[in-house]
C-alpha cells in the first residue's frame, strides 16, 4: 500500500509533512501519526510545522507531539512566519510569531 502522508526532518526543529497517496482522512491521520512514531521524536524545547495538513491530521499531529515538545509552531503561509499553536513554556504565548 502506498504511504498517504510523509513526515521529515528539516533541519533541527522544523517537520515537513506533505500527502502522499490519494486517500480519505481516515487512512490519512492513521498514516500521519505513524510517520511521526518513525522518527522517534525526544521532544524538547520547540518543534515547528510546515506543509499541508488537513484538520484531521493537523490535531492527530499536535496531541501526538504536542506533550514532548514546549512548543508547537505552525507555518502560516500568508504571514510568512510560524504561529504558537501550543505552548508550555512560558516564554512562547499563544499566537506569538516566530521566524
Same mark, same amino acid.
Given at each position: 500500500?502506498? $504511504? &498517504?502522508?510523509? *513526515?521529515?526532518? #528539516?533541519?533541527?526543529?522544523?517537520?515537513?509533512?506533505?500527502?502522499?497517496?490519494?486517500?480519505?482522512?481516515?487512512?490519512? !491521520? $492513521? =498514516?500521519? *501519526?505513524?510517520? *511521526?512514531?518513525?522518527? %522517534?521524536?525526544? /521532544?524538547? $524545547?520547540?518543534?515547528?510545522? %510546515?506543509?499541508?495538513?488537513?484538520?484531521? *491530521?493537523? !490535531?492527530?499531529?499536535?496531541?501526538?507531539? /504536542?506533550?514532548i515538545? /514546549? &512548543? +508547537?509552531? !505552525?507555518?502560516?503561509?500568508?504571514?510568512? $512566519?510560524? +504561529? !504558537?499553536? #501550543?505552548s508550555?513554556?512560558?516564554?512562547?504565548?499563544? /499566537? =506569538?510569531? #516566530?521566524?
Amino acid at each position: 500500500m502506498e $504511504k &498517504t502522508y510523509f *513526515v521529515k526532518f #528539516i533541519g533541527d526543529d522544523i517537520l515537513r509533512l506533505d500527502f502522499g497517496a490519494p486517500a480519505q482522512n481516515d487512512q490519512i !491521520v $492513521k =498514516d500521519a *501519526v505513524a510517520a *511521526v512514531d518513525t522518527l %522517534n521524536l525526544k /521532544g524538547g $524545547k520547540m518543534i515547528k510545522l %510546515n506543509g499541508p495538513a488537513s484538520l484531521p *491530521v493537523a !490535531v492527530a499531529l499536535a496531541h501526538e507531539i /504536542g506533550h514532548i515538545y /514546549g &512548543t +508547537v509552531a !505552525v507555518f502560516d503561509p500568508k504571514l510568512g $512566519k510560524y +504561529v !504558537v499553536a #501550543i505552548s508550555h513554556d512560558p516564554e512562547y504565548s499563544l /499566537g =506569538d510569531l #516566530i521566524d
